[in-house]
């Protein structure tokens, strides 16, 4: 198997990179997933978010949107001493307000996938940069755009390529 260069040799990144990395994904809660340890990564390594994906999945509730949205000021900072995540307010905060914000993309168009899937034609885009592979794109810039204006936060353009090829909807 051809491994791109970021995988290195830890297990954890291959393992994710042999088996999740532009996989493409239609599943909510597991968009839900991703689009929160997206936002946890922002200024951090990916590692450091996998290294920890046990923990987020335990204190977001195996990420399940309906319950991550009723967290109270009390979970919030419950979760603040949680060694298990990234121990960020900002980026806690955000989790819990994007939660509604997902729940409300789910309402309006029937899922999240549909909405998201709807900024690639529904397939997958498959790029072949012959050289340096961009941080964002037109369609990182809609999609980052669009949900900004919908509420959500830590969804900067950067973020959403990364997300975008970590669930399939790039293939770069």
Not at 99 to 120: D, I, T
Not at 126 to 155: C, H
Request: charged letters at 30%; a positive charge.
């Amino acid at each position: 198997m051809q491994r791109c260069f970021w995988a290195g040799k830890e297990p954890i990144y291959i393992e994710y990179h042999d088996t999740e990395w532009g996989v493409p994904v239609y599943d909510d809660r597991k968009l839900f997933e991703f689009l929160i340890l997206e936002g946890a990564q922002a200024g951090l390594s990916w590692i450091t978010i996998l290294r920890r994906r046990k923990g987020y999945r335990k204190a977001f509730a195996q990420f399940d949107p309906k319950k991550v949205a009723k967290f109270d000021k009390k979970k919030i900072e419950s979760l603040l001493l949680d060694p298990g995540i990234i121990r960020n307010r900002l980026k806690v905060e955000a989790a819990v307000k994007n939660a509604k914000a997902f729940l409300a993309v789910q309402k309006e168009f029937g899922s999240f996938s549909c909405y998201q899937w709807s900024f690639v034609g529904r397939k997958p885009v498959i790029n072949k940069w012959k050289d340096k592979i961009p941080a964002t794109s037109e369609i990182s810039d809609a999609f980052s755009k669009d949900l900004k204006k919908r509420g959500f936060s830590f969804v900067g353009s950067t973020i959403m390529y990364a997300h975008m090829q970590a669930v399939g909807m790039v293939n770069d």
